[in-house]
């Protein structure tokens, strides 16, 4: 699976206004809701459910918040950038910048298994990271990430 298997760059969003992660996962949830054509309530109650099961802030300013949806035909990937970084209850406890959220069908286990594999690598990445916290266009950040892959 590739990055542009999953994602455009219509799937990134720089600057989003918020206070909280519960905030920004709104904002997200609004922005994938356009994408995807799904309920944007329900997006972020999906997201919040997970939330509350435990924090997926990864440590080094990551996230990846992730959920299984009914009415998705595919996964899709978003890349977000909060204006100033957020508290993500993260297990390293640092505020998080670079967020990936995951979006993939109800019934497909395997390539929503096989998508946050390869999410989780590109944050474990630090020199990726650092890449992708400088640059600040989507298409830049999308160029990037196919590159990568």
Known sequence: MNI??????KNIFIGIKSNSKREFLQELSSHAAEQTGLDERTIFDNLLERENLGSTGFGGGTALPH????????VYA???????PLDFDAIDGKPVDLV????SPEGN????????AKLSRILKDEALCQKLRQ???PV???ALLNNED
Not at 109 to 116: F, I, K, N
Request: net charge negative; no cysteine; aromatic share 12%.
């Open 4 to 9: 542009a298997d999953i994602m455009t760059e």
């Open 67 to 74: 959920g299984r949806f009914e009415g998705l035909n595919r």
């Open 78 to 84: 978003f890349l977000a950038k909060p204006t100033a």
């Open 100 to 103: 990936f959220a995951l979006l």
């Open 109 to 116: 286990g395997a390539d929503h298994l096989t998508a946050l």
């Open 135 to 137: 640059m600040y266009k």
């Open 140 to 142: 830049e950040l999308f």
